[in-house]
């Protein structure tokens, strides 16, 4: 998707504020229950059990895009949306701006590296200790009560576990449960006074 532009600074793949924040992604929702519910307590319950849909986040007085439910596993977001396509993103720091809602919640992140091999990072707040297989290295990740920043150094991470160097991001999958404002890539740190306004998440003083 990205692999013919000119990348540096910040490229950002999703924003919840906008007409169709979820344009470069696909969504992916199961309902974990299939048996029939019969009162409206039972259709609530099941209803909020997996859902992708925006609300506005009174920490941050702005829409988010929330994604929830009962099995993570089976609710997400994908980019690229097609299964055939790859982002093509060789930026190597991947930040996301993210809600904890003290749930089970992890994402995953698809890259190449210099032997061509696809290798697979996949953080979860659920896990204790880090795992190195050959294509996957599943993570622990905390996150704070609230509105976590969370920033992703794929080329120390692909470097730590395979001992190869990091080329591009080929995949990025969110899965329930959290509020999202913002997932874009950077070329390196930066402070906040350095971030665009944009691109900065808003709190209350």
């Known amino acids: 998707m990205f ?16 007409n169709e924040p979820l344009q470069l992604w696909s ?23 997996a859902h992708i849909s925006r609300v506005a986040d009174e920490q941050i007085s702005s829409l988010t895009l929330e994604i929830l439910s009962s099995n993570l596993a089976d609710t997400y977001i994908s980019c690229p949306p097609r299964p055939d396509r790859t982002l093509g993103i060789k930026l190597p720091y991947l930040v996301l701006l993210l809600k904890n809602l003290n749930r089970y919640f992890s994402f995953e992140v698809e890259i190449m590296d210099d032997m061509g091999i696809k290798r697979r990072f996949r953080a979860s707040n659920f ?35 395979y001992g190869t160097q990091y080329v591009e991001t080929l995949r990025v999958t969110i899965h329930a449960n959290c509020r999202l404002r913002r997932v874009y890539f950077t070329d390196k740190l930066y402070g906040e006074d350095e971030l665009p306004p944009e691109f900065k998440l808003f709190l209350p003083v």
């Open 27 to 49: 969504e992916h929702i199961t309902q974990a229950d299939s048996k029939e519910t019969t009162s409206v307590e039972e259709i609530s319950q099941a209803t909020s059990k």
């Open 3 to 18: 692999k013919n532009t000119f990348q540096s600074g910040f490229l950002s793949i999703f924003y919840s504020i906008g």
């Open 127 to 161: 896990q204790g200790s880090t795992r190195v297989k050959p294509y996957i290295t599943t993570m622990p990740m905390r996150l704070d009560p609230g509105w976590n920043q969370v920033t992703f150094n794929l080329a120390d991470f692909t470097k730590r576990a």
